[in-house]
C-alpha cells in the first residue's frame, strides 16, 4: 500500500537559515512525488514534482528536493528561508491512478 | 483570481441533515477530485471523476455523492450529517488524470 510520512509535525526556523523538510514513502513501484504547500485559509499549492531523470528538483521560490530511491525518501530544501516562507507543506505520492497519498503535513514557521 | 472556486467558504449544518458543496473549476481541465481534511489528518482522496464520469472512489460511505452537471463542475452531495463529517473539503482538477493538480481554497464544513 502506498503512504507517506513526514516525521516532522512543527519546525521552526530562523529567518535565512537553512531548512529541510523529511519526507519518506512507500511504493512498490516507481512513484511519483510532490511537495504542496499550504498558506492560511487557502489551498494547496504545488511546489515541484518529481517524475523521473534528475534526482534533484527545483521547485518555485528557490525551493528543491532530492528523490534518494534507497532510502524512499523526498526531503525538501531550502537555503535561505523567509518569513513568507510559514505555512503547511506536504509531500504526496501517485502511483498507477491518479489519486494522490498525502502526508500528514509539516507546520513551518519562520521567525526573526 | 480564482479559477477552481469552492462555495461556500464556510459552513454549519446540524446532524441528520443534508447539504451540497459546489465546485466549478475554469482551467479547461477534464479531471476532478474531491479531498477531505480532518483535523489532525493527513488530506484524505475521496473522489476522482474524468470526462464527467467516476473513475476512483475511496469514501465508503454511500452518504456522500458527487454529482456532475457539466464538465467543469463537480458538487458533492452529503446526506445524513454526522458531526465526524466536520472537515475542509477541497475541490481540485487537472488537465488530464495523471497531470498535476490543482486546489480549491476549500469549503469548511461544521457539523453540529
Known amino acids: 500500500a502506498q503512504s507517506v510520512t513526514q516525521p516532522d509535525a512543527r519546525v521552526t526556523v530562523s529567518e535565512g537559515a537553512s531548512l529541510q523538510l523529511r519526507c519518506k514513502y512507500s511504493y512498490s513501484g516507481t512513484p511519483y512525488l510532490f511537495w504542496y504547500v499550504q498558506y492560511p485559509r487557502q489551498g494547496l499549492q504545488l511546489l ?36 513568507s516562507d510559514s505555512a503547511v507543506y506536504f509531500c504526496a505520492v ?5 489519486k494522490l497519498i498525502f502526508g500528514e503535513g509539516t507546520k513551518l514557521t519562520v521567525s526573526s | 483570481d480564482p479559477k477552481i472556486i469552492q462555495k461556500p ?31 489532525k489528518k493527513p488530506l484524505e482522496f475521496m473522489f476522482s471523476y474524468s470526462y464527467q464520469k467516476l473513475m476512483d472512489n475511496q469514501t465508503a460511505s454511500s452518504r456522500f ?6 464538465k467543469n463542475h463537480l458538487d458533492l452531495q452529503i446526506t445524513a450529517l454526522k458531526p465526524d463529517d466536520s472537515a475542509t473539503y477541497f475541490c481540485a482538477s487537472s488537465l488530464a488524470s495523471n497531470e498535476r493538480l490543482f486546489f480549491g481554497h476549500g469549503t469548511k464544513l461544521s457539523v453540529l
Open chain 2, 65 to 70: 455523492q458527487p454529482q456532475s452537471s457539466k
Open chain 1, 94 to 98: 501517485r502511483g498507477g491512478s491518479a
Open chain 2, 9 to 39: 467558504k464556510y459552513l454549519v449544518a446540524v446532524t441528520g441533515s443534508e447539504k451540497i458543496l459546489i465546485c466549478e473549476q475554469y482551467l479547461g481541465h477534464n479531471a476532478m477530485y474531491w479531498y477531505r481534511q480532518s483535523a
Open chain 1, 48 to 83: 515541484l514534482k518529481y517524475y523521473s531523470g534528475d534526482p534533484v528538483v527545483q521547485g518555485v521560490n528557490g525551493f528543491e528536493a532530492e528523490f534518494i530511491k534507497s532510502n524512499s525518501s523526498f526531503h525538501l530544501r531550502k537555503a535561505s528561508v523567509h518569513w
